[in-house]
């Protein structure tokens, strides 16, 4: 479902609030309830004449908890579950970790432009050691946060330069169109609109064929842990139809081939993204 604003160009774009977006959240179920009790075995009657023996009756109680344990754990995904799922059940959506759910459908939509990544973002040694997994596809990464821990991972990329740390309201530290691809996530709602009419054009400036913005909806929580210090300001989580103005104005336009590609591909897996996703076309 698309529609042409009546601006300088025109971006049809997602999000569940706007008919420009077509993607929605979902919140995903991590529990599943038991019944009311009747179905739990052990409920037989034993002859009420006779005193059963006390360990009997504890072993019946042991057993019992052990199933229903049991019951509620393997109907929850025992160890396998959505680890994204349990971030938003915790109070925290994470944009960076949503583009490994995204991945497929950026491939699909993008084809030869994955092959030189930069993404820009908190978590970003984890996006792009996902990223240098796939075949044929040279990623980097950019931190605009102080890193106050990481691994040892983590610590590699840094060294090798792969992975960098800098001021993204600043320019980057990079070359006109070093790369094919930018994607965004996590970083641009912790910055006002006079750092974002900065940051938007240095984007498009290092990508030669676009970049992706992965923004989370108003209403979201976030991660609270050392919000403040970190980030200098409370994420600002803005509406579809504000980022649309805002690239309007900038003169940012959207990527449409990319854009049907990727709505294509993920709704032939029913993929719903948890965060506003955004095509843009490089400024060039």
Same mark, same amino acid.
């Given at each position: 479902m698309?529609?042409?604003?009546?601006?300088?160009?025109?971006l049809?774009?997602?999000?569940?609030?706007?008919?420009?977006?077509?993607?929605?959240?979902?919140?995903?179920?991590?529990?599943?309830?038991?019944?009311?009790?009747?179905?739990?075995?052990?409920?037989?009657?034993?002859?009420?004449?006779?005193?059963?023996?006390?360990?009997?009756?504890?072993?019946?109680?042991?057993v019992?908890?052990?199933?229903?344990?049991?019951?509620v754990?393997?109907?929850?995904?025992?160890?396998?579950?959505?680890?994204?799922a349990?971030s938003?059940?915790?109070?925290?959506?994470?944009c960076?970790?949503?583009?490994?759910?995204?991945?497929?459908?950026?491939?699909?939509?993008y084809g030869?432009?994955?092959?030189?990544?930069?993404?820009?973002?908190?978590d970003?040694?984890?996006?792009?050691?996902?990223?240098?997994?796939?075949e044929d596809?040279?990623a980097?990464?950019?931190?605009?946060y102080?890193?106050?821990e990481?691994?040892?991972?983590?610590k590699?990329?840094?060294?090798?330069?792969?992975?960098? /740390? +800098?001021?993204? @309201? =600043?320019? #980057?530290p990079?070359?006109? *169109?070093?790369?094919?691809?930018?994607?965004v996530?996590?970083? !641009?709602?912790?910055?006002?609109?006079?750092?974002?009419?900065?940051?938007?054009?240095e984007?498009?400036r290092?990508?030669?064929?676009?970049?992706v913005?992965?923004?989370?909806?108003?209403?979201?929580?976030?991660?609270?842990?050392?919000?403040?210090s970190?980030?200098?300001?409370?994420?600002?989580?803005?509406?579809?139809?504000?980022?649309?103005?805002?690239?309007?104005?900038?003169?940012?336009?959207?990527?449409? /081939? +990319?854009?049907? @590609? =990727?709505e #294509?591909?993920a709704?032939? *897996?029913?993929?719903?993204?948890?965060?506003?996703?955004f095509? !843009?076309?490089?400024?060039?």
């Open positions: 698309t529609a042409h604003l009546q601006a300088p160009s025109s049809r774009l997602h999000s569940g609030e706007s008919q420009h977006i077509q993607m929605s959240r979902r919140p995903a179920s991590l529990s599943r309830r038991l019944g009311d009790g009747t179905g739990i075995p052990f409920m037989g009657s034993l002859n009420p004449k006779s005193r059963p023996s006390p360990f009997l009756s504890i072993g019946l109680v042991l019992g908890a052990f199933l229903i344990i049991g019951y754990y393997s109907g929850s995904g025992g160890s396998n579950i959505d680890k994204v349990l938003r059940l915790e109070g925290g959506v994470s960076s970790a949503e583009i490994n759910q995204a991945l497929p459908y950026l491939k699909k939509a030869d432009s994955m092959h030189k990544v930069l993404h820009v973002g908190p970003s040694c984890s996006v792009v050691s996902k990223l240098l997994k796939e596809t040279e980097w990464g950019l931190e605009p102080d890193l106050d990481s691994d040892a991972n983590c590699s990329l840094i060294r090798k330069g792969i992975v960098r /740390v +800098a001021d993204i @309201k =600043f320019p #980057l990079y070359k006109s *169109k070093s790369f094919s691809l930018v994607i996530s996590d970083a !641009l709602d912790y910055l006002s609109p006079r750092y974002l009419n900065k940051t938007l054009p984007l498009s290092v990508s030669s064929d676009g970049f913005i992965l923004s989370g909806y108003p209403g979201q929580r976030r991660v609270k842990v050392a919000e403040m970190k980030f200098g300001r409370p994420a600002k989580l803005r509406s579809s139809s504000w980022w649309i103005r805002f690239f309007v104005q900038t003169k940012l336009e959207e990527n449409e /081939v +990319a854009t049907k @590609k =990727f #294509l591909a709704a032939k *897996k029913a993929y719903q993204s948890t965060c506003q996703i095509h !843009l076309k490089s400024l060039h």
